[in-house]
T-cell receptor, first 114, second 114 residues
Framework: AQSVTQLDSQVPVFEEAPVELRCNYS??????LFWYVQYPNQGLQLLLK??????LVKGINGFEAEFNKSQTSFHLRKPSVHISDTAEYFC????????????FGTGTRLKVLA | DVKVTQSSRYLVKRTGEKVFLECVQD?????MFWYRQDPGLGLRLIYF???????EKGDIPEGYSVSREKKERFSLILESASTNQTSMYLC?????????????FGDGTRLSIL
């Protein structure tokens, strides 16, 4: 079985400051990892994904994430946030084999302050 | 660009009614999913379908059923709506299953059961 933990339910940060949103996962098999963003009153859209290869993954809107297998983490970072980054962010995993299911974390609400 | 369209953004129904939520995708994707999103609980999988007329239960199927008669359309049915089914419902699709395919989401249907 797999699980995803997003420890921070809310993260306030000032505009132009750096931010890190944490994601830890648990799995007995290899996984693929994803970060999604949800703006108010919209569905989720893909920010970035880790499938294999380089552990540092770059996504859209200046976000990046680093896969750390030993710590089973996939934290999302941005060096300088904008007001428009205010949204909810979801980490998700899927198995490299087996079921069709994706497991989502409970989400982190990022609030960028002026 | 993949387009996943949910028929209603907002829906208000009464307890005991049979409710249909419709979802259409335009990219010939094999897999389609219905999630329920509640604050603090993230996304929970209700049902998914990996082919026409094929379906599998997710984590919270009780009180729901689904129908997939055509590849592009996946319907969620609340057999007898109850107030605890008030929630945001998200439909998603993904290409052939290999686990590394990201999901594409609709904008959601906010359903209120009175």
């Amino acid at each position: 079985a797999q699980s995803v933990t997003q420890l921070d339910s809310q993260v306030p940060v000032f505009e132009e400051a750096p931010v890190e949103l944490r994601c830890n996962y648990s799995s007995s098999v290899s996984v693929y990892l994803f970060w999604y963003v949800q703006y108010p009153n919209q569905g989720l859209q893909l920010l970035l994904k880790y499938l294999s290869g380089s552990t540092l993954v770059k996504g859209i809107n200046g976000f990046e994430a680093e896969f750390n297998k030993s710590q089973t983490s996939f934290h999302l970072r941005k060096p300088s946030v904008h007001i428009s980054d205010t949204a909810e962010y979801f980490c998700a995993v899927s198995s490299t084999s087996g079921t069709y299911k994706y497991i989502f974390g409970t989400g982190t609400r990022l609030k960028v302050l002026a | 660009d993949v387009k996943v369209t949910q028929s209603s953004r907002y829906l208000v129904k009464r307890t005991g009614e049979k409710v249909f939520l419709e979802c259409v995708q335009d990219m010939d994707h094999e897999n389609m999913f219905w999630y329920r999103q509640d604050p603090g609980l993230g996304l929970r999988l209700i049902y998914f379908s990996y082919d026409v007329k094929m379906k599998e239960k997710g984590d919270i199927p009780e009180g729901y059923s689904v129908s997939r008669e055509k590849k592009e359309r996946f319907s969620l049915i609340l057999e007898s709506a109850s107030t605890n089914q008030t929630s945001m419902y998200l439909c998603a699709s993904s290409d052939y299953w290999s686990g590394n395919q990201p999901q594409h989401f609709g904008d959601g249907t906010r359903l209120s059961i009175l």
